[in-house]
């Protein structure tokens, strides 16, 4: 995005680390799995791919929980805007909702381009790589079915101006993987995924179609792996399809007219598949 978007990113971990200081420890205790976004991803992926185990992510469902969705993509952009405003506690509404749902929109704020914005369904919203440059070797993580056919959205597609203003995608290598092993993890509020020793099972490059819309992502062949889950009233609690996911690494960009981000708004399976 812009420069002065940038600038301001580079204020973020400041503006947020004051807006909790106006939260209660109570209210600390009772959110304790709603956690902002206080990191830029997890720049070892990259290296972690090529190595063959990218070790262990936890994952919330539709929760950011900040704390772990950053280690879903190797960087992603800063939070721009103002950050939300305290709601008001009414008739209907007690101090202590108040305040949690003042810590969960700060989340979602804080979290606005992290991977969880490219699995969320919604096309508008998307993954933003963080660096300065237009983010070659940058690496997305999505928790995806790799037994169904696969699409992308690649882009900001929330508008055409956005798209064209803003990178795309080119030519990007397809990462597949499997976790070996899956357990729970129990939070105040969610109750999460554990996926450990997440496995490259296959790789290819595929060249993308400069297209603010969805497009085909041809998945490579694949090597199958055993894999455990923890077990909940004599069965699976996840089953072996649940346990894949696709890493896209950026290798070139459609450069767009204005700024040098590279974006993909979303990855999921074919509809109606």
Not at 134 to 158: C, F, H, M, N, Y
């Amino acid at each position: 995005m812009s420069s002065f978007i940038r600038k301001y990113c580079a204020v973020v971990p400041m503006v947020l680390a004051v807006a909790f200081m106006s939260f209660s420890t109570n209210v600390r205790a009772q959110a304790e799995t709603a956690t902002p976004c206080g990191r830029a991803g997890n720049p070892r992926l990259p290296e972690l791919l090529k190595k063959g185990s990218i070790g262990a992510l936890t994952w919330w469902g539709g929760v950011h929980m900040g704390g772990d969705i950053c280690d879903w993509s190797s960087s992603h952009l800063g939070a721009t805007g103002k950050p939300p405003v305290k709601p008001i506690p009414t008739a209907n509404m007690d101090e202590d909702e108040a305040e949690y749902a003042s810590w969960r929109a700060l989340e979602n704020w804080s979290c606005m381009y992290t991977a969880l914005s490219a699995m969320d369904g919604d096309t508008s919203t998307a993954w933003c790589e963080g660096k300065k440059d237009e983010g070659v070797g940058e690496v997305l993580v999505v928790k995806v079915d790799t037994t169904k056919p696969v699409r992308i959205w690649s882009g900001l597609g929330a508008s055409d101006h956005l798209y064209k203003a803003n990178n795309r995608a080119r030519k990007i290598r397809i990462w597949a993987l499997q976790a070996r092993q899956a357990r729970k993890e129990i939070g105040q509020y969610e109750t999460g995924l554990v996926f450990e020793d997440i496995t490259v099972v296959g790789s290819h490059e595929v060249t993308l179609k400069d297209l603010n819309g969805w497009q085909p992502l041809p998945l490579p062949p694949r090597r199958g792996l055993a894999f455990r889950s923890v077990i909940e009233n004599g069965k699976p609690a996840v089953d072996h399809k649940d346990s894949t996911f696709l890493a896209v690494e950026i290798l070139s960009v459609y450069r767009g007219t204005k700024y040098n981000d590279t974006c993909i708004s979303e990855i999921g399976i074919e509809q109606g598949k």
